[in-house]
């Protein structure tokens, strides 16, 4: 897999593949409604598992 990820200088640094933002990750306790994007809902409708995996 290709790492394009950049830091705030412009530079090519080692992209992980994690979430860093816990907005984005969804915790089975949490009382806030989790907000998913229509790309996000149509992976889901693509292949599940994909989409828990992601």
Do not use: W
């Amino acid at each position: 897999m290709i790492s394009l990820k950049r830091n705030n200088k412009g530079e090519l640094v080692h992209a992980t593949g994690l979430r860093t933002r816990t907005s984005s990750l969804y915790s089975p306790n949490q009382t806030d409604p989790f907000k998913i994007s229509r790309s996000k809902f149509n992976d889901f409708l693509t292949c599940q598992r994909c989409f828990y995996l992601d």
